[in-house]
């Protein structure tokens, strides 16, 4: 028992040593195991007693160390050891005051000796197979910073001074005019903070630096990168005032960056997260609106839509055209959101539309508001059911920061003029947008077809229906402006659109409706119609050119089929590509692709400039850096898909929190007992597979029967995955983990990928290359093999509401979850 608490407390006691023979260690002791309890701190004090004992013990290193062993006298008596062990044993013998039993363990317990390598190396092996089964990356999201100036990779041998300790040896791993990085052995502690000296000796022995008292560094950071060494990460004071020595690390560093390479560490890291930034951002399926407060008023000024989102804010446009979300995000429920303790204020929102005289009416609730309303529950959930309107969205709101709008490159402004250009903050304008920012809203429809039949049959009053009206909303004749911001990214159409305006004939169903082209290219076009036409996604039509005809008798441009792409809300205007017959040539595609080749100097590319240049970059780092879900990535490996990546933004999910407790969120992590490879082969897969970019995403149900008090993820996590939207099939099984586990239901949208944004990347992808190709190579390739970018919302409380179960026991259980996640956040 002794012995379990002993090892259970290792690393405290390993402190505690370094502070044996200090003049104030029982202070700092008692400091120590304050939080321990009584039996704990009798026995660590029995510990340090033991360790503090004066022996006698013969030391012989013959045969046990790496090291030449040679006699070394002390106080009369001869041992053996090796240069190592004596430098140990005087080192311990100053701190101790004499030879005690800790020193003699100090001194059998060196880097050389033949029992503690062979330990390592049984521990590297256990590592080892523990690596090998982390096979997805964790990517930190806006986790990359930003440096000042360039380091470079040089290690020479540096000695270190603090305290009352001397010349302690250590070389360096990289420098840079204002800081450098360290290796120190971890038997020196360091803590951030700490005021040290460090003198240049690799240096010193070819160049005359000046420098008596060496150079005051302050620590910023320790990195443990074994049990032997700690990098030590350094800032320079600049207290020495030493401008010649300054200029020459400064010319020293510019003139052999080539030869030692620059250290790219930052940049690397910065590649990665920013590659799969770039590829989440675009294909989340839930909308991002800013709250700024204004007169003491939170209010909804701007919205950053994407392909995936859009018809959220579409949802939420009425008749005129005008976006609604103020008087659904209005300061009365904003207001009781952010009394909630959670940093995420989470809650559901169900809304229907109803239309009287044209208009178009907006009727929301909350889960919460629908809770204190019990009598008036069932009325809203089971008659805004019934219309074809109804939506189940989840809202999350978190604090959003101005600053947040700004995230540099990773790269300093020393490395080029354009660099330090586009290291500039925001404009004024766009700086005057976001200033107000106060909070960010994301809005997930989850909803799906089988809840909202759950719903249907819930029965109500219908002599209440006159008191909906406490749930609806009216026309604002003054309502706040709010700024609809597209997400600017490459553009990853595979053809170039051009603007061109000429008639065009559309038959469908015998039915013939003339329009005009907006844009074409030679795969697809666009097209305004004159009326309104009842067309479809999916659907096949039937087009002609009449005025293009005219140029060519070469191709025949007269019904040619082309495939519905998308139709507008005034089903006005079409998107529309074209449909091939078997493996013959396409008319429209051959005539098109001569036309733009003939024509490349008078046609007009169709870009669409943004209203406020840079905004859509500015909400976007806003976004990055408050990121509350769980992205996923699938990588493909030949002609499968693999869990590849996740991201981890600033606010963990409760997925985060899970892999958390098993100590899987370093770099790397295994995803295996979440998603398991049979599911991303039998579930996901069929459903992804034939999926293009332009297609919405793909919906699953993900729900995990969790057992806290198992001791691995595999033994603890219970796993079911579908495709679709009836969870039902589960009912058995999360009826059982109600009692004891923890319930966890997750929707899972996953969405094919195309190209990456490399503009987005190019000026640190480009850095890289000057000093390292095939790192840059390897970052491309890692990049392009990212097919599928997913997000996994959190739905459990909607979820569990739609099974039939004891509500005291799902109560319970979201009370042990809560207190649960909470005492690991």
């Not at 169900?350 to 204190?372: C, D, M, P, V």
Request: net charge positive.
């Amino acid at each position: 028992m002794a012995e379990d608490i002993l090892l259970k407390h290792e690393d405290l006691i390993s402190e505690l040593k370094h502070y044996l023979g200090n003049p104030k260690f029982d202070l700092i002791f008692k400091s120590k195991i304050a939080g321990l309890t009584k039996p704990e701190q009798f026995l660590m004090k029995m510990e340090m007693t033991r360790l503090s004992q004066p022996i006698a013990r013969f030391i012989d290193l013959r045969g046990l160390v790496t090291g030449q062993v040679k006699p070394y006298d002390h106080n009369g008596k001869q041992h053996f050891m090796d240069e190592t062990a004596i430098e140990v044993f005087e080192a311990a013998l100053k701190q101790h005051g004499g030879y005690t039993l800790a020193v003699y363990e100090a001194v059998m317990n060196t880097e050389n000796n033949h029992r503690v390598l062979q330990r390592k190396t049984t521990e590297k092996i256990a590592e080892q197979a523990i690596d090998d089964s982390l096979n997805t990356n964790v990517i930190k999201f806006a986790s990359y910073e930003s440096r000042s100036e360039e380091r470079m990779n040089y290690s020479i041998k540096v000695t270190v001074e603090y305290n009352d300790k001397k010349s302690i040896a250590a070389s360096t791993s990289d420098i840079s005019l204002s800081g450098c990085k360290i290796k120190l052995a971890t038997r020196y502690v360091l803590k951030k903070g700490h005021l040290i000296a460090l003198r240049l000796v690799g240096l010193e022995q070819d160049f005359e630096l000046g420098l008596k008292n060496g150079i005051q560094y302050e620590v910023v950071a320790v990195e443990n990168i074994s049990k032997e060494f700690n990098h030590i990460r350094l800032k320079r004071t600049f207290i020495e005032n030493n401008e010649a020595f300054d200029n020459f690390l400064e010319s020293f560093i510019h003139g052999n960056k080539r030869r030692y390479k620059v250290n790219l560490d930052n940049t690397l890291d910065a590649v990665v997260s920013k590659g799969y930034e770039q590829y989440y951002i675009p294909r989340v399926t839930s909308l991002y609106v800013f709250l700024s407060k204004k007169d003491n008023v939170l209010y909804p000024s701007l919205s950053l839509t994407t392909e995936n989102n859009i018809f959220i804010q579409r949802y939420f446009t009425d008749e005129r055209q005008n976006p609604c979300l103020y008087s659904v995000l209005n300061e009365q429920r904003i207001n009781a959101l952010l009394l909630k303790q959670a940093p995420v204020k989470e809650d559901y929102l169900y809304t229907f539309t109803h239309i009287s005289a044209g208009k178009i009416y907006y009727y929301s609730a909350t889960r919460n508001e629908l809770e204190q309303n019990p009598q008036l529950k069932n009325l809203f959930l089971g008659f805004g059911s019934q219309k074809d309107t109804w939506q189940c969205f989840k809202i999350q709101i978190m604090p959003s920061h101005p600053d947040d709008s700004f995230i540099p490159l990773s790269l300093p402004n020393t490395v080029s003029k354009n660099i330090e250009k586009l290291n500039k903050p925001p404009s004024p304008r766009v700086e005057g947008l976001v200033k107000n920012v106060k909070y960010m809203v994301v809005l997930t429809a989850i909803g799906n077809k089988t809840e909202q039949q759950h719903y249907q049959q819930l029965n109500y009053d219908k002599a209440l229906i006159n008191q909906l009206k406490n749930f609806g909303h009216s026309k604002s004749k003054s309502a706040p402006y709010l700024d609809i911001v597209p997400l600017e990214y490459v553009n990853l159409r595979s053809d170039k659109r051009y603007l061109y305006k000429t008639n065009v004939s559309i038959s469908v169903n015998d039915e013939v409706v003339h329009g005009l082209t907006r844009d074409f290219s030679v795969m697809g076009l666009q097209l305004e119609c004159k009326q309104p036409v009842s067309l479809k996604k999916g659907d096949i039509v039937l087009l002609s050119f009449p005025d293009l005809q005219k140029i060519t008798k070469t191709y025949q441009l007269s019904e040619l089929k082309y495939e519905v792409m998308a139709v507008n809300k005034s089903f006005t205007i079409i998107n529309l590509k074209a449909s091939r017959v078997a493996d013959l040539p396409h008319a429209g595609v051959l005539f098109f692709t001569q036309l733009i080749n003939s024509n490349k100097d008078k046609l007009k590319v169709s870009e669409e400039a943004p209203k406020v240049p840079g905004l859509s970059t500015a909400l976007r780092n806003m976004v990055t850096k408050s990121v509350c879900q769980f992205p996923l990535y699938l990588h493909k490996e030949g002609a499968h898909f693999k869990a590849g990546a996740i991201g981890f933004g600033l606010y963990p999910s409760p997925l985060h929190v899970l892999l958390q407790n098993f100590g899987l969120l370093g770099n790397k992590t295994d995803l295996s007992s979440i998603i398991t490879d049979e599911q991303i082969v039998n579930v996901i897969t069929p459903q992804i597979k034939d999926l293009s970019r332009q297609d919405p995403p793909s919906a699953f149900t993900l729900v995990i029967n969790f057992d806290p008090r198992k001791g691995s993820i595999s033994e603890s996590i219970t796993s079911y995955c579908i495709a679709g939207e009836d969870y039902n099939d589960f009912q058995e099984q999360i009826s059982k983990g109600l009692k004891s586990n923890l319930i966890f239901v997750m929707r899972l949208y996953i969405s094919r990928t195309g190209r990456p944004d490399t503009d987005y990347l190019s000026n640190e992808l480009k850095y890289v290359s000057q000093y390292a190709l095939h790192k840059a190579r390897e970052l491309e390739e890692a990049l392009w093999s990212v097919a599928g970018v997913g997000d996994i919302v959190d739905i459990t409380e909607e979820a569990l509401s739609h099974l039939k179960l004891e509500q005291q026991q799902v109560d319970q259980m979201g009370h042990r979850k809560l207190l649960w996640l909470n005492r690991l956040r």
